[in-house]
């Protein structure tokens, strides 16, 4: 494989008295789809809050490209965040705005672009995740999955180079969840986007995981191949595979 594109070197966060990563070393490699798991709790979420910087380290480093983004000030960021757009969990939609105008907040927040400009991107944003008939749709009045589906936009609006996905599956249907990783795997393959997955759904890790990382402890404690967590026989994995997990 090539230079990593993302690289998080001795990771370290404490909350009060709770050190939640413990030293998290990870390589990220552009174009691939990693998939996150671990228990709930286990600082999932908290790990890549960092990635855009949007908690700093007690300790470690994390590079992008040949940026030390930890480094950075708060008023340096901009570049960072525009190149890794995060689908949070739960969406986090403004109920009081329309499908178009939630897709296009991160544009109207941050960007002197033309409103032209605006509507044009939103509505490509909106047609990659096939939404174009609900843009004036408010949030209450669509699907959870299409939620789900607006969250992703938003993240695509700004033509990212990485996107984090946090829990896209929690909530949705079997077939809902299909359709959300047919979207993330299509923005790898047509926009050669890097996506970084959290997850549950272990149907899901075979389907779109081109490298599977699992969490433990505020640590890395094993990376491989959906084909090598397949075969492993590592107990804690095997029970996590098997739905055995004592989870959420
Ligand atoms: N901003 C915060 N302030 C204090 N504690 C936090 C904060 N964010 C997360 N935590 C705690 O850190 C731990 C890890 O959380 P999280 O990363 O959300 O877990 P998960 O692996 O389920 O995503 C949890 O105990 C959570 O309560
Ligand atoms: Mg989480």
């Not at 403004?94 to 499908?99: A, G, I, P, Q």
């Not at 993330?184 to 075979?206: A, C, P």
Request: with cysteine.
């Amino acid at each position: 494989m090539s230079e990593p594109f993302i690289r998080i070197r001795n990771l370290h966060q404490t909350f009060g008295t709770q050190h939640v990563l413990r030293g998290v070393n990870l390589d990220i490699y552009r174009g691939e789809t990693l998939v996150l798991l671990g228990a709930s709790g286990g600082g999932k979420s908290v790990l890549m809050k960092h990635l855009p910087v949007l908690l700093r380290p007690t300790k470690g480093e994390i590079f992008v490209g040949d940026v030390e983004v930890t480094k950075l000030l708060e008023r340096e960021l901009g570049p960072t965040r525009h190149q890794i757009g995060m689908m949070f969990q739960g969406g986090a939609l403004f109920d009081s705005f329309t499908v178009f105008e939630n897709v296009a907040f991160p544009l109207r927040e941050e960007s002197d672009l033309k409103d032209s400009e605006i509507r044009k991107r939103v509505s490509d944003a909106l047609e990659i995740v096939m939404l174009s008939e609900h843009r004036e749709k408010f949030p209450s009045d669509i699907s959870g999955g299409m939620r789900k589906r607006v969250a992703l936009a938003r993240a695509v609006v700004n033509a990212p180079a990485c996107i984090i996905y946090d829990e896209p599956h929690a909530g949705l249907d079997p077939m809902t969840g299909d359709t959300i990783d047919k979207l993330i795997k299509k923005l790898q393959r047509e926009q050669g986007i890097t996506n970084i997955v959290i997850t549950h759904e272990i149907r899901s890790v075979f389907r779109i995981a081109d490298r599977v990382v699992f969490m433990k402890e505020g640590q890395i404690y094993w990376i491989g191949t959906p084909q090598e967590l397949e075969a492993t026989k590592d107990q804690l994995l095997r029970d996590f595979i098997e739905g055995n997990a004592q989870d959420d």
